[in-house]
């Protein structure tokens, strides 16, 4: 059988020439991939976020294609994108590739690229990267946005006597890293390579949430569009991140236990969900978003539930949880 | 005496914190650091273009400090925003970050993204970043562009009869990486410790050319103004890059021999100069850009040496020179 092509087999241009063959056209580019930078097409404010996947603190290739990788790269970008309210309209992509990967993965890498742009934010795509060597799998996106001549919704924007409200799913991505490090891992801990025909239904909808996020990217700006005050993309989990939005609105958040699903502290814990968080003026709600609690008066304790102040766990820290090798507890 | 305080003994929000008091303000930035995204004024288009550099293919700890890094991570980011005749805006950056490392290194990195931006494009700033470990030091950065109401300068725009003008020094950088590899590498090839004391002014010129570019950011946006008809960033080598030009242009490039310094065949082959590569209308060159050769019809070969095709070497090849370990020939 012939070995596969592997990336030190190949020089950059080549490399370059198979990504930019699958990964698509942004609406907004004026100048896509080829130049010295990329131009895009913007309503006056420019958003933009980077966030970065690394092999070991981040994913296992075990567990993890290419294609999983490309779209859990742009999906989470995407999802901070809408966070601010904003359309996203481009990606740029930086790789830091070992030599040893066989170029297929890089190529299902991209079109984990298009394919997450196409499903989440149609219009937009990766406008221009860069390629490096690394030992570990290295996969650094930027987005744009365009804010579409609204005021970016901020973390800071709530008030006393809101509704707070969610779109999305919580505990599901978390739960799914339980299973991976529950039944794809030997003695020693190393991740073993998943084969998701052994999974249950159940098991492999969780594992799915951790590996192809799906976070709800449209319902940002249609949020913005529908009043939200403050906003923000959970992925540090819900009791952590909605601390943060609390903090920053100088106000607590007061959430309904019965709101948060059949396993609250599993929702609050949580970690890369990838929903939105959003509060809204009291009234009608926008669809795609459910009220889980009420904004109040700041207080000894930024996150309430039931009223109660929350001391449940701190949620996702990525310093922490992937990066030990060691399944969130 | 105490140790270092490392990157692993703090927490996440905690090294953020320290780098953020670092950074500075950008003054297009409508929303800086601490939300889901930043938000950044733009006059219609903005420039994106991102470039990683990552311990081992791109750098040696050994050879390079937290604040040479910071330098050249954003120096190397802004030429290719200048190179499009676009003001760099706002930078953002992804950093993966060694448990080992002690977080003064880190901090001076901030030092060294501020003060290559208060440098080199003045008003432009970090806006926004990732922290994620990595075994490797991993800096990604992505810069934005404004291209102030004016046309981005492409590598497509040369006709023949134009002037081949360039803007910054050649060959100096490649030569500083050849004082590295033969004076700080021990028999094994592993690099020793950079003392700059030790080196002859000339040999501390060439190595700061490596360590610390300086690229003609401003003359980006000047040559733009003045009448550039194409542009590219000259990062490896001029042969190379030249050979790019020419290319995407549909010409030939004939370089005059004599403009090249004293040592042509050097400045053709190069790397990492990070100079302005610029094509002009006959006629006066803009201030700080220097006629270097004649643009003419396409033929056999894209580039020509005082009219004779350019057989010599390659220029720069990030995954053969640094990533091989071997001082480039």
Chains 1, 2 share one sequence.
């Not at 901070?80 to 890498?109: K, N, Q, Y």
């Not at 984990?112 to 742009?117: H, L, V």
């Not at 901020?154 to 707070?164: K, M, P, T």
């Not at 943060?244 to 502290?265: C, T, W, Y």
Request: aromatic share 4%; hydrophobic share 45%.
């Amino acid at each position: 059988m012939q070995q596969p092509t592997l990336v030190r087999e190949l020089t950059e241009s080549d490399i370059l020439a198979r990504i930019l063959a699958r990964t698509g056209r942004a609406s907004a580019a004026r100048v896509g991939p080829g130049d010295d930078a990329a131009v895009v097409q913007t309503s006056g404010s420019v958003v933009v976020t980077t966030d970065t996947l690394i092999e070991g603190p981040d994913f296992r290739r075990a567990w993890s294609s290419g294609y999983d990788l490309g779209w859990k790269a742009c999906a989470v970008n995407l999802a901070d994108v809408a966070a601010m309210g904003a359309r996203p309209t481009a990606l740029v992509v930086a790789l830091g590739l070992p030599g040893d990967l066989p170029i297929a993965d890089v190529e299902a890498m991209a079109d984990g690229f298009r394919e997450a742009c196409e499903a989440l934010a149609p219009g937009c795509a990766v406008v221009g990267g860069d390629l490096t060597q690394s030992a570990a799998l290295t996969i650094a996106v930027t987005a744009l946005g365009d804010t579409e001549g609204r005021e970016p919704v901020l973390r800071s924007g709530a008030a006393a006597g809101e509704v707070v409200a969610l779109a999305g799913e919580m505990g599901q991505a978390a739960a799914g890293l339980r299973v991976l490090f529950s039944r794809f891992c030997d003695e020693a801990g190393r991740a073993t390579p998943l084969d998701r025909a052994e999974l249950a239904s159940e098991e492999d909808r969780l594992v799915a949430a951790q590996l192809r996020p799906q976070p709800p990217v449209g319902l940002g700006p249609f949020a913005a569009r529908g009043g939200a005050t403050a906003m923000m993309d959970v992925s540090d989990g819900l009791a952590r991140d909605a601390g943060r939005l609390a903090r920053a609105s100088g106000v607590a958040l007061d959430l309904d236990a019965r709101a948060l699903g059949p396993d609250p502290q599993a929702a609050l814990a949580g970690g890369e969900d990838h929903a939105l968080l959003a509060t809204f003026p009291e009234g009608a709600l926008p669809p795609g978003f459910r009220a889980i609690g009420r904004v109040v008066a700041a207080g000894a304790s930024e996150v309430l539930v039931d009223g109660q102040p929350h001391a449940g766990g701190s949620g996702w820290d990525p310093y922490r949880d992937w990066a030990s090798g060691a399944a969130p507890a």
